[in-house]
T-cell receptor, first 114, second 112 residues
């Protein structure tokens, strides 16, 4: 069963605007971590932000914030003030702590238009 | 420099010819793992290791082997590669489970 769902295969955003990338997850476990990674066209995987299942505040890292809605099992990434360098593939991931496993979504390709 | 080193970067081989992709980290990380990335499927975990001599299956372990004889190294072994193992492979490590993963630069494997 798909544990991480990213429903937006591709998105466009105008430079300097904010954009939300959707991520929903499926688990009955109480202990898990949620991650977002960026993969530019060069192929490397870059960590962006982390949210623990017991964290009450939404995580923020610079222009990145994670909109964590536990009851809805969603962990959307918000990028504020988009830049051309934000054009990349973005992956949402979940770590099931008790099983030591990572699950990734299929990714969203973001294009930032000048 | 803290890094995960994966080799080779590109590899073309033929069906059935055993190969090994090496992975090494210099951060004294406990947790290491392997992933394959396929279009439309994202990354899928192949194997992971919590520490030396402790390895376990991820979501797609069939056709792969791993070993963790030293803390820094976690090679991926394909004993009899098949064309459906053509993929982009990533090694990653983290200090412990549920911490951010540091990824290697990837290995693009083609099995003919």
């Amino acid at each position: 069963a798909q544990k991480i769902t990213q429903t937006q295969p591709g998105m466009f955003v105008q430079e300097k605007e904010a954009v939300t990338l959707d991520c929903t997850y499926d688990t009955s476990d109480q202990s898990y971590g949620l991650f977002w990674y960026k993969q530019p066209s060069s192929g490397e995987m870059i960590f962006l932000i982390y949210q623990g299942s017991y964290d009450e505040q939404n995580a923020t890292e610079g222009r990145y914030s994670l909109n964590f809605q536990k009851a809805r099992k969603s962990a959307n990434l918000v990028i504020s003030a988009s830049q051309l360098g934000d054009s990349a593939m973005y992956f949402c991931a979940m770590n099931l702590i008790n099983f030591n496993k990572f699950y990734f979504g299929s990714g969203t390709k973001l294009n930032v238009k000048p | 420099e803290a890094q995960v080193t994966q080799n080779p970067r590109y590899l073309i081989t033929v069906t059935g010819k055993k190969l090994t992709v090496t992975c090494s980290q210099n951060m004294n990380h406990e947790y290491m793992s392997w992933y394959r990335q396929d279009p439309g499927l994202g990354l899928r975990q192949i194997y992971y290791s919590m520490n030396v001599e402790v390895t376990d299956k991820g979501d797609v372990p069939e056709g792969y082997k791993v070993s963790r004889k030293e803390k820094r190294n976690f090679p991926l072994i394909l004993e009899s590669p098949s064309p459906n193992q053509t993929s982009l492979y990533f090694c990653a490590s983290s200090l412990y489970n549920n911490e951010k993963l540091f990824f290697g630069s990837g290995t693009q494997l083609s099995v003919l």
